[in-house]
């Protein structure tokens, strides 16, 4: 299943200063997430590191052995040991948050079964548990030094990894999940059609009010504001990579009114598109 739009930029938090006043005994020391990772990693590294593919997928090369990516899954990383990972095949790119511990973290990681060395990588067949918590975390991640802010998110990443761990090998979905994961797949793919959410969920042999009670249980808001997000984060990625005018960029996305689009971008990214391709393309060079 796909992540949930957050529409933030890059990011690469430091956490190891913030001051904890009920420490969990283990800390995090960077948190960072890249929305659309191009370039493959290949060295060893001095802590241990959690990547959690999103969205996407690619190779994973550990102790000579090639792996297949595919997200939703988690790769580890341990102190010292060389690796190549990253997109390749039909995969041009893909998502991560990854999570850094200090290499004296790692006895504490195999005590609490977060770390195994037999499995370096693992798939996350039931993930909504694991979005949950990532969203979660994304919260607390806006204002990392309020107070008590650092303790939660400690015991957010750790909870992160616990609910992906548990969501390896849990049962099938229920109906409902199933049902949202095959209708936000298809809009996934085709957002810039036209959705008519209540004929969906007919086709799927429930009712429109059967649906959206399901659809905001997984996925935390309506289905047309799930359509937009979708829509604007393309944008985002327009605005930065292409040299399409905001009028231009509104027609690719189905706007008839290039106005209304400037409206609901500035409305959602908080300023306007200009403002958002200046101080982007800026951060990009």
């Not at 990681?109 to 694991?130: A, F, I, N, S």
């Not at 979708?230 to 605005?239: H, S, T, V």
Request: glycine fraction near 6%; charge should be positive.
């Amino acid at each position: 299943m796909d992540v949930i739009v957050y529409l933030m930029d890059d990011f690469t938090i430091h956490a190891a200063p913030l001051v904890r006043r009920l420490p969990s005994g283990l800390p995090v020391e960077t948190i960072g997430y890249c929305h659309r990772k191009r370039v493959r990693v290949g060295h060893a590294f001095e802590t241990v590191n959690f990547s959690f593919i999103l969205s996407g997928g690619g190779t994973y090369l550990s102790r000579g052995k090639v792996v297949e990516v595919e997200a939703p899954c988690v790769i580890t990383q341990l102190p010292g040991e060389t690796m190549d990972y990253g997109p390749s095949g039909r995969w041009e790119t893909w998502e991560e948050l990854y999570l850094v511990y200090a290499a004296t973290q790692l006895g504490e990681l195999r005590r609490r079964g977060l770390v195994l060395e037999r499995k370096p990588l693992w798939p996350v067949r039931r993930d909504t548990p694991m979005r949950e918590q990532l969203t979660r975390l994304f919260r607390l991640l806006n204002d990392p030094a309020e107070t008590g802010a650092p303790d939660r998110i400690d015991r957010a990443c750790e909870l992160l990894v616990v609910e992906s761990r548990l969501g390896e090998s849990r049962p099938p979905l229920g109906r409902d999940e199933a049902l949202v994961r095959t209708i936000r797949q298809h809009v996934q793919t085709h957002y810039l059609e036209h959705h008519d959410f209540d004929a969906l969920a007919r086709e799927q042999g429930v009712s429109p009010t059967t649906f959206r009670r399901y659809w905001e249980r997984y996925v935390h808001m309506p289905p047309a504001r799930y359509v937009m997000k979708l829509k604007m984060r393309e944008a985002c990625r327009l605005l930065v990579e292409s040299d399409q005018t905001v009028a231009e960029i509104a027609a690719t996305l189905g706007f008839e009114d290039p106005l209304y689009f400037s409206r609901r971008f500035a409305a959602m990214l908080q300023m306007p598109a200009t403002d958002y391709r200046r101080r982007h393309r800026i951060a990009a060079q």
